[in-house]
């Protein structure tokens, strides 16, 4: 989609090839209809994700366990609203030293969480957590991981 979106803004604007803003054109296209899948698959199941996501706007793509909570607290049950994130990928968890994985499913969440907590006892802090690179230019979410070396996505490993 990334791909076929950049080519067609290219035509579009007239390019005689794929420039930079044709792509971060793309990538902020691809990024809203992201966003909106997710909304839309969480009100299906009675979530009320839209304004939880909405919340992340304007934040630094790593956040602490603190900082969840804070966001989470107007909901009935933030620690759900918590879950329902990770277990769709939009949160991806920290479950080794600098290492977080975006998974998919509330087993895999369950599971992920328990190693997230496991590492904030040993290192004596908070679980940490990260949105998700697809949703960061809609949310303009700051990439403060991209060029990070002792920060890697362990969902490529």
């Known amino acids: 989609m990334l791909a076929n979106s950049s080519i067609g803004n290219a035509i579009n604007r007239r390019h005689s090839s794929i420039t930079q803003d044709d792509i971060l054109s793309a990538e902020r296209d691809y990024s809203k209809f992201a966003t909106d899948a997710l909304i839309v698959e969480?009100?299906?199941?009675?979530?009320?994700?839209?304004?939880?996501?909405?919340?992340?706007?304007?934040?630094?793509?790593?956040?602490?366990?603190?900082d969840l909570d804070v966001m989470m607290s107007p909901f009935d049950d933030p620690e759900k609203m918590i879950m329902w994130l990770v277990?769709?990928?939009?949160?991806?968890?920290?479950?080794?030293?600098?290492?977080?994985?975006?998974i998919e499913g509330e087993e895999e969440a369950r599971r992920h969480i328990?190693?997230?907590?496991?590492?904030?006892v040993r290192e004596d802090r908070r679980e940490r957590f990260r949105i998700h690179p697809a949703f960061r230019p809609h949310l303009r979410v700051r990439d403060d991981d991209l060029h990070d070396s002792s920060v890697v996505d362990g969902t490529l490993i």
């Open 42 to 66: 969480s009100m299906s199941e009675g979530v009320p994700l839209s304004t939880a996501v909405l919340e992340m706007a304007g934040l630094d793509a790593t956040l602490s366990k603190d």
């Open 87 to 102: 277990r769709s990928s939009f949160l991806g968890v920290e479950t080794s030293r600098g290492v977080f994985e975006h």
């Open 114 to 120: 328990n190693m997230a907590r496991r590492l904030a």
